[in-house]
């Protein structure tokens, strides 16, 4: 008791709750250092998973200091250099895409004159223009594409307008009113291919027009030089293709040496290629499709044009697939395609674009 009076008195008054607060501070002082020096307790081995928010539990994104630089291979170089494909077609319905500024560059040897390429984020013509298609659908597969587009106006808008989306087109570069025809077949749903006019079987008899033609007596520098003329004809295309009338580049798609830096230069520009010889394997470099059945050749009625077409329809639901050509748009064939189209239904096919048909390179496929 006389230890608490002392204290009591010892606090009493002003000076006396100084003597307190001070006290108290000190003693608060001395239990902060006390617990630094202890550090926090322990927590669960797995506390730092535990605690973080969605977002720190995502992978991390780089930073610019990760940005890849421009040298890069784009998105279609990337995937044929693996087991990828690259982003061949388009599965949303609807008209065909306009021309794309990106998906354009100048011609070395003509800045005026412009060729298609891959855009600076990866989009490849052959999937930017081509039509759709759902890749979903289970059933064989049918195409068939239409030559000869753009030398006579008339055949050319029945066959843009009277036929389905479905149908390829594939345009001559020496066609008039080109603008026009293009424009009516992305309208109407056609995804278009451009024809180059390479040496065939039997030249000089079949003349492809040897000034502008891909010739195998050229050197392979000045072929690529006709081929960017051709090319630049047009836009908004898919691909190309040998068929050039009756005439299918033969001689010139069977020497290597002089066919390959055409078809690398093919898929550089994100383009597909379909072969006009029929039964032909899978190219290399580029994605391509070698047709199956020619439906116009001579001789030609309504009764043998329905007899290949029957033929086109049976290798279809043998293989899974198959392409038919027509070499010129006259009206006897027109007519007959677009009823051999309304049954195909009933049949268990679908009819695709050439973009929904082509094959992955030969040598891609033998490094799988």
């Known amino acids: 008791m006389p ?87 388009r599965t949303t319905p609807g008209p065909v895409a306009d021309p794309d500024p990106s998906l354009l560059e100048a011609d070395p040897g003509d800045p005026n004159r412009k060729l298609p390429r891959v855009s600076a984020d990866g989009r490849a013509p052959m999937a ?64 278009y291919l451009v ?43 898919v691909g190309v293709t040998d068929a050039f009338g009756q005439m299918h580049g033969d001689r010139l798609a069977g020497v290597p040496d002089q066919f390959s830096p055409v078809l690398e230069d093919v898929a550089h520009r994100g383009l597909l290629f379909v072969d006009a010889r029929p039964g032909q394997p899978a190219l290399p470099y580029a994605w391509s499709r070698s047709v199956d059945v020619v439906i116009d050749t001579d001789p030609m009625d309504a009764r043998l044009l329905d007899q290949r077409l029957n033929q086109l329809t049976q290798s279809a639901l043998d293989k899974g697939s198959a392409l038919g050509l027509v070499q010129v748009p006259r009206p006897v064939t027109l007519a007959r395609i677009a009823a051999w189209t309304t049954t195909l239904a009933a049949k268990g096919l679908a009819l695709a674009p050439v973009s929904a048909l082509v094959l992955r390179p030969a040598k891609q496929e033998a490094e799988k």
């Open 3 to 89: 230890a608490a009076r002392r204290l009591g008195a010892a606090l009493a008054g002003w000076p006396g709750l100084r003597r307190f607060w001070i006290g108290l501070l000190a003693v608060l002082a001395i239990g902060a250092g006390v617990l630094q020096a202890l550090g926090p307790p322990p927590g669960p081995a797995n506390s730092a998973t535990a605690q973080r928010t969605p977002a720190e539990s995502l992978p991390s994104q780089p930073g610019p200091s990760a940005a890849k630089p421009s040298s890069q291979p784009t998105q279609l170089q990337a995937a044929q250099q693996t087991s990828r494909p690259p982003p061949v077609g």
């Open 128 to 191: 930017a223009y081509a039509a759709g298609f759902d890749p979903t659908s289970v059933r064989p597969r049918v195409g068939m594409l239409i030559a000869g587009i753009g030398m006579s106006e008339t055949d050319s808008l029945a066959a843009i307008k009277t036929l389905p989306g479905g149908v390829t087109l594939a345009l001559s570069p020496y066609g008039g009113n080109l603008e026009h025809l293009l424009a009516a077949a992305r309208l109407n749903e056609h995804e």
């Open 195 to 237: 024809s180059v006019p390479m040496e065939p079987n039997g030249y000089p008899v079949n003349d492809p027009d040897d000034r502008r033609a891909l010739m195998t007596s050229l050197p392979s520098s000045e072929n690529l030089t006709r081929l960017n003329w051709v090319l630049s004809r047009l836009t908004g295309y």
